[in-house]
């Protein structure tokens, strides 16, 4: 068994008792909690921030069309991030469709990109 001296994980003060005890009191405790827990929703904040942001540009680049390509640039140039996307659709042919909520895009050649919508929440 590991007996070297551990310390509180919220305040490093050196901790007595039961080996298993990760901090000093309650205190401690509730605070690195909180903290956690506020760094976690932080995260997610800033991940839907993007995601809606991709959809809006999603949504103004297919403006009142069914479906529309354009060329990367048109993407990156209103800050689009293609790594967050909420889901992935393959159709039969096996080409994979990224999802920003209704919005998707379909990679294409040359760096240009499908953009589509569907209204119906498939299940996949
Ligand atoms: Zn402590």
Redesign the pocket.
């Known amino acids: 068994m590991n007996t070297a001296a551990k310390s ?6 050196p901790l007595k008792g039961r080996v298993d005890k990760k ?3 309650d ?2 405790r509730n605070s690195y909690n909180n903290k956690l827990q506020s760094e976690s929703s932080t995260y997610v904040r800033q991940v839907n921030v993007i995601l809606k942001k991709n959809r809006k540009i999603l949504e103004e680049l297919l403006g009142q069309e069914n479906m529309v390509k354009q060329p990367k640039v048109r993407f990156s140039d209103k800050g689009f991030q293609f790594r967050y996307h909420t889901h992935q659709y393959a159709n039969k042919k096996g080409d994979i469709y990224y999802f920003c909520y209704e919005y998707g895009f379909l990679p294409l050649e040359n760096e240009w990109y499908l953009i589509v919508k569907r209204k119906d929440i498939v299940p996949l």
């Open positions: 509180c994980l919220e305040c490093s003060k901090f000093c009191d205190y401690c």
